[in-house]
Structure formats: structure tokens, C-alpha cells
């Protein structure tokens, strides 16, 4: 067994319909001949926090803290698309959340005490709520990915339940990462 865990903090989207939407949006972005790598559709989730290496002991202390944040089920509306850091500079594209981003927030607000007392410093990007879609591999065909996502900055993508936070492994390989499910937390359900 290795000796760190690759993590992250997070709500899968499970509903095919989205995931089926945004395969679509995906197809778009790809028929701009830009250079890009897809999310594939069952890796699409909504991160809460980025943990990066933690050690197998970690596990269940996270997951205590994890335990202690205080919400009900409630629903996301995925909306439009846009890019990181900036579209002049697309390194990463994304589909937004409009309605649940206040409690995503919120959520991210409550762990992160617990998660500096374990030792894990400030997140120093803060919290941006999004869905990451695809990774910008190249600058090929910038100014047609460019036209692409400003034609679709405003689609609707529709909306899904957050119920279980869940707590994420990322195991690297050659054709992607793998996600799995380490601990999750599904309060009143």
C-alpha cells in the first residue's frame, strides 16, 4: 500500500442527464480542434478541497471533520462554461454553479478549520464552486476554443442533488486519473 493518499474533498454528479449534458458541451469544445484533455464523464464531481497527499492515518481524522459539517440535502444548477485562470489564457474550462454555490461555500467554510487544525495550510486560491470539464493541453486552435466557450457561457446544464460529501482518492495513471470513494458523509438521508 502506498505510503500518501492522493485526495481531495467532494460531490460526484450522479445524474446521467447532466452528465449526458455535459458530454454534449465537451463534444463542442473538442470540434474546435483545440488541444485539450476531457474530464471523463464518471470523474466529473464538484470540489469542495484539494488535500493533495495525506497519509492513511489522515483518513479518519478528515472524515471526523467531515462528520461535523452541518447541512441538508440541496440542489446545484450547473450553468454555462468559462476558463482558468482567465480566457486569454485557458488552462482549465469549467461548467459554473449558479444556485447551491452559497452552500458549497459554506461547506468549504466549515471544514476548513478542521483541516488547518490537521495541519493543512490556507487554501490560497479560496473557494471557486465549478465543475471541471476539460484541461487545456496546447494553445492550438485558441481563438476558435475561445469563440466556442463565449458562445456558450450562458447554457444550461440543469440541476442535480448534493447529498454525500465525500472524501476521494486520485490514483494517477498513464490514461487518467481514478477516482474512488474513501469515506462519504450523507447527513439525513
Given at each position: 500500500?502506498?505510503?500518501?493518499?492522493?485526495?481531495?474533498i467532494?460531490?460526484?454528479?450522479?445524474?446521467d442527464?447532466?452528465?449526458?449534458?455535459?458530454?454534449?458541451?465537451?463534444?463542442?469544445?473538442?470540434?474546435?480542434g483545440a488541444?485539450?484533455?476531457?474530464?471523463?464523464?464518471?470523474?466529473?464531481?464538484?470540489?469542495?478541497?484539494?488535500?493533495?497527499?495525506?497519509?492513511?492515518?489522515?483518513?479518519?481524522?478528515?472524515?471526523?471533520?467531515?462528520?461535523?459539517v452541518?447541512?441538508?440535502?440541496?440542489?446545484?444548477?450547473?450553468?454555462?462554461?468559462?476558463?482558468?485562470?482567465?480566457?486569454?489564457?485557458?488552462?482549465?474550462?469549467?461548467?459554473?454553479?449558479?444556485?447551491?454555490?452559497?452552500?458549497?461555500?459554506?461547506?468549504?467554510?466549515?471544514l476548513?478549520?478542521?483541516?488547518?487544525?490537521?495541519?493543512?495550510?490556507?487554501?490560497?486560491?479560496?473557494?471557486?464552486?465549478?465543475?471541471?470539464?476539460?484541461?487545456?493541453?496546447?494553445?492550438?486552435?485558441?481563438?476558435e476554443?475561445v469563440?466556442?466557450?463565449?458562445?456558450?457561457?450562458?447554457?444550461?446544464?440543469?440541476?442535480?442533488?448534493?447529498?454525500?460529501?465525500?472524501?476521494?482518492?486520485?490514483?494517477?495513471?498513464?490514461?487518467?486519473?481514478?477516482?474512488?470513494?474513501?469515506?462519504?458523509?450523507?447527513?439525513?438521508?
Amino acid at each position: 500500500m502506498p505510503t500518501t493518499i492522493r485526495s481531495f474533498i467532494a460531490f460526484d454528479i450522479d445524474s446521467d442527464s447532466i452528465l449526458k449534458k455535459i458530454t454534449g458541451v465537451q463534444n463542442l469544445l473538442i470540434k474546435t480542434g483545440a488541444g485539450l484533455k476531457l474530464v471523463k464523464p464518471e470523474n466529473i464531481h464538484i470540489t469542495v478541497r484539494f488535500l493533495g497527499n495525506i497519509t492513511p492515518n489522515m483518513v479518519e481524522k478528515i472524515f471526523e471533520g467531515m462528520k461535523k459539517v452541518q447541512f441538508i440535502p440541496f440542489d446545484v444548477k450547473i450553468h454555462g462554461i468559462g476558463a482558468f485562470p482567465h480566457l486569454r489564457y485557458p488552462r482549465v474550462l469549467w461548467t459554473g454553479i449558479t444556485e447551491g454555490a452559497d452552500q458549497l461555500r459554506n461547506i468549504f467554510d466549515q471544514l476548513e478549520p478542521c483541516l488547518r487544525g490537521l495541519g493543512f495550510a490556507p487554501d490560497t486560491r479560496g473557494f471557486s464552486p465549478h465543475l471541471t470539464i476539460a484541461r487545456v493541453k496546447s494553445g492550438r486552435n485558441k481563438a476558435e476554443l475561445v469563440k466556442c466557450v463565449t458562445e456558450n457561457a450562458n447554457c444550461e446544464l440543469g440541476i442535480v442533488k448534493a447529498e454525500c460529501l465525500r472524501l476521494k482518492r486520485s490514483d494517477l495513471t498513464p490514461r487518467g486519473p481514478i477516482y474512488s470513494t474513501l469515506k462519504e458523509f450523507c447527513p439525513q438521508k
